[in-house]
């Protein structure tokens, strides 16, 4: 069994993907070529924002929103503690004070409590000049974080908020979909992700005009507008191959057409199966999950190594994310950050599994993986 099954999802599209591909090489505008701004266009309707700007990957799209509000170096970003390490290494790459910030136990995402805790502690022992200040909010395995009380926390500390939209993809609060949620949002194309290209890929997602222009410089070394060989600032350069976008027109298509709902089908079945046995994910009243990963909660560490096994003695993947905190991350380890601040990031890491789902998932694996784990609790 695959944990997320690619190559089903592909045979499903083949023809289609096919061509588009061949249609790129045919074309041979291998870079920026037209696909990128059809699709460019695709996802900011999709998104509801106003531009929406892709890149090489989904460090990058969270490294150029960084860079496109001057955000670096004696500046603070402040992340969830329970996260994939880009979260935290975007900021840190621009030379920026990573602090992150413990979460909330029943939904993995930062809490707006400990937030506004972690913001005021810090400013309050701040003596010069204030620093730009940033939030990272991580919408992660799927299901955006709780922005409704992070932007009034932001707004009271002058905070700019970019969304950490690389699991979010295809998510909601209410009738807002992920990645329009703060000043600029950022996504992954990576493969497992709820929307993937065939290889890296990213996008930064603003509605600020000129935040946007800046973001179409610094995704290309910092080009000015109307000159390819004058430069007006020093960028990077992450640009979405015109293949990438090719594929991802044709996937964004079956995503928004019956993947989404596939998927939420999938852990609806989940739910179903395991509920009483374990906690199944929670989502809160309002909100829409795109189902990155689908991740209960055991016990103690114990049960879960024991599930695992079993589960993998039967050729079932399971996988955890994340074993450990970024504040015990070896290369924060200089920051000497206590364990005290992330009890619930602590928890989490000795008690989640993420199970295999994905859009083209049976009823009969499900069964197959609630089974054992029903055995095994
Ligand atoms: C995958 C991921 C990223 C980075 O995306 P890449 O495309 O792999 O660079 C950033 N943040 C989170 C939460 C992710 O899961």
Redesign the pocket.
């Known amino acids: 069994m695959q944990f997320r099954d690619l190559k089903a999802q592909y045979l499903a599209l083949k023809p289609e993907i096919d061509s588009a591909i061949q249609a790129v090489i045919d074309s041979s505008q291998f870079i920026l070529g037209s696909p990128v701004a059809e699709l460019e266009q695709k996802l900011a309707e999709y998104t509801a924002r106003k531009h929406c700007i892709t890149c090489a ?6 490294q150029l929103s960084l860079m496109a509000m001057d955000i670096g170096r004696g500046d603070i970003v402040f992340t969830s503690d329970f ?2 390490f ?2 935290a290494a ?1 900021a840190s790459i621009l030379g920026a004070d990573v602090i992150p910030v413990d979460i909330d136990y029943d939904t993995f995402n930062i809490s707006p409590q400990a937030l506004d805790e972690a913001i005021h502690k810090t400013i309050s022992n701040i003596r010069n000049v204030p620093p730009r200040i940033a939030i990272i909010p ?3 395995f799927g299901l955006p974080a709780d922005y409704t009380q992070i932007l009034p926390i932001a707004k009271k500390y002058g905070a700019k908020v970019i969304e ?1 939209g ?2 979010g993809f295809g998510g909601r609060i209410g009738q807002t979909s992920a990645c329009s949620f703060g000043h600029i949002s ?1 996504t ?3 493969p497992a ?1 709820p929307l993937g290209c065939y290889g ?3 996008a930064v997602f603003v509605d600020d005009d000129s935040l946007a222009e800046r973001i179409k410089s610094l995704r290309q070394l910092g080009k000015a507008p109307n000159d390819k060989y004058d430069n007006c600032e020093i960028g990077i350069n992450s640009r979405l191959d015109t293949i990438q976008a090719a594929i991802l027109l044709k996937k964004l298509k079956a995503f928004s057409e019956y993947e989404l709902d596939d998927i939420n089908r999938i852990a609806g079945l989940y739910d179903q199966k395991l509920i009483g046995s374990v906690k199944t994910p929670y989502i809160p009243e309002g909100f829409y999950s795109s189902r ?1 990963q689908y991740t209960i909660k055991l016990e103690n560490q114990a049960i879960r190594d024991r599930i695992m096994n079993s589960l993998s003695a039967d050729g079932i993947p399971s996988m955890i994310y994340y074993p450990r905190g970024i504040h015990r991350q070896k290369a924060y380890e200089y920051k000497k950050l206590p364990d005290e601040w992330y009890p619930n990031t602590i928890r989490a890491c000795s008690t989640v599994l993420s199970l295999p789902i994905h859009p083209y998932m049976s009823e009969e694996s499900v069964d197959r993986i609630a089974a054992i784990i029903r055995n095994n609790v």
């Open positions: 990957s989904g460090t990058d799209a969270l996260t994939y880009a979260s975007a991580v919408d992660l950490d690389a699991q950022a992954s194309f990576f992700k890296d890929g990213g990155a």
